[in-house]
């Protein structure tokens, strides 16, 4: 659950669609705690701008999540 610190597995990973995945592969695999984890700024910055996903920006709700992951250290 998201809790004060949200983990990639629980609160996290399951936010990325199956098409957010194939998508994306060409840069990074969403699906894979490494890779979110290393790419996690550039996502956070297309997540928050709302040019991410390409159809559809997601809610307020699901950007503060992913933004709160971030800062409290990217748990897996
Ligand atoms: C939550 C889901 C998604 C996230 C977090 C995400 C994140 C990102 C990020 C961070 C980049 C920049 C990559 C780089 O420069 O290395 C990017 C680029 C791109 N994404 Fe996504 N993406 C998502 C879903 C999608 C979907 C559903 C599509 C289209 C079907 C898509 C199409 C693209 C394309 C075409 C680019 C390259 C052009 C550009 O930089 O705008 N993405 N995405």
Redesign the pocket.
């Known amino acids: 659950m998201a809790g004060d610190a949200p983990g990639y597995a629980a609160d996290i990973k399951p936010l990325?669609r199956e098409?957010?995945h194939r998508?994306?592969t060409f840069?990074f695999d969403?699906w894979s705690y490494d890779d979110v984890s290393e790419?996690a700024d550039?996502?956070l910055e297309?997540?928050q701008e709302g040019?991410?996903?390409?159809?559809g920006e997601?809610p307020a709700s699901q950007v503060e999540l992913f933004e709160r992951w971030v800062k409290t250290g990217k748990n897996p």
């Open positions: 990325f098409k957010d998508s994306m840069a969403l790419h550039r996502i297309r997540l040019e991410m996903p390409c159809d997601w």
